[in-house]
Antibody
C-alpha cells in the first residue's frame, strides 16, 4: 500500500524557516518524481514544487522561487521542503504527492501537514 | 504561466443526472497534459483523469475526460451521492504546474 506521511509543520513567525519532510513507502521511491502542493484554509490547490527521480530536474511556483528548496534522499525514501523567509500567505496545509518527473499529474497524496505563519 | 479557469463555479444537479465540468486554459496545454482531481471535505485530492482522457486506477467508467488545446471537460454520468464534492483540473505540460480554482458539485 502506498503511503506518504508528511511531518514538520507547525506555527512559525514571519521571516523564519521551517523544514517539511515526507516519508514514502509502498512503492519504489526512486522510480517517481515527487511534489509539494499546498492548500490555504478554505481555498483551492496550489502546486509548490516538483523534483524528478534523481534530483536533476526541479521546478518551483513563482510564489516560492528563491525562498523554498525541494530535495530528496532516495536512500531514506524521503522528500523535503526547506521553507525560508516565510510569509503569512504561506499558511496552508502542505501535501506531498508522487508522479512522473518534475512536471506531472499526481498519483498518490499524503494527508498533509499544516503550516501557520503568524506572529 | 498557464491560467486554468474552471466553470461553473458551482453546479447544482440531482443524483442520477450527468455533470459536465469545464476547464479552459489561457494558452494551449502541451501534449494534452491535463488532469482532474476530486477532493472530499477533510481529505486529500484523488486523481481521476490524466492526460486529458485516461482514467486513473480504480476510477469508475462513469467518469470521463476529453479535450485538447485550451478546452477540456470532465463528465460524470449517473451521479451518485458521493460524487457531490469539489473537482480541480491541473495542467502539467509546462512549468509551473497550475491548478484551476475548482468546481463545486452540489445536490440540487
Amino acid at each position: 500500500e502506498v503511503q506518504l506521511v508528511e511531518s514538520g509543520g507547525g506555527l512559525v513567525q514571519p521571516g523564519r524557516s521551517l523544514r517539511l519532510s515526507c516519508a514514502a513507502s509502498g512503492f519504489t521511491f526512486d522510480d517517481y518524481g515527487m511534489h509539494w502542493v499546498r492548500q490555504a484554509p478554505g481555498k483551492g490547490l496550489e502546486w509548490v514544487s516538483g523534483i524528478n527521480w534523481n534530483s536533476n530536474y526541479i521546478a518551483y511556483a513563482d510564489s516560492v522561487k528563491g525562498r523554498f528548496t525541494i530535495s530528496r534522499d532516495n536512500g531514506k525514501n524521503s522528500l523535503y521542503l526547506q521553507m525560508n523567509s516565510l510569509r503569512a500567505e504561506d499558511t496552508a496545509l502542505y501535501y506531498c504527492a508522487n508522479g512522473f518527473g518534475e512536471l506531472s499529474h499526481l498519483l498518490f497524496w499524503g494527508q498533509g501537514t499544516p503550516v501557520t505563519v503568524s506572529s | 504561466e498557464i491560467v486554468l479557469t474552471q466553470s461553473p463555479g458551482t453546479l447544482s444537479l440531482s443524483p442520477g443526472e450527468s455533470a459536465t465540468l469545464s476547464c479552459r486554459a489561457s494558452q494551449s496545454v502541451s501534449s494534452t497534459y491535463l488532469a482532474w482531481y476530486q477532493q472530499k471535505p477533510g481529505q486529500a485530492p484523488r486523481l481521476l483523469i490524466y492526460d486529458s482522457s485516461n482514467r486513473a486506477t480504480g476510477i469508475p467508467d462513469r467518469f470521463s475526460g476529453s479535450g485538447s488545446g485550451t478546452d477540456f471537460s470532465l463528465t460524470i454520468n449517473r451521479l451518485e451521492p458521493e460524487d457531490f464534492t469539489v473537482y480541480y483540473c491541473q495542467q502539467y505540460g509546462s512549468s509551473p504546474v497550475t491548478f484551476g480554482q475548482g468546481t463545486r458539485l452540489e445536490i440540487k
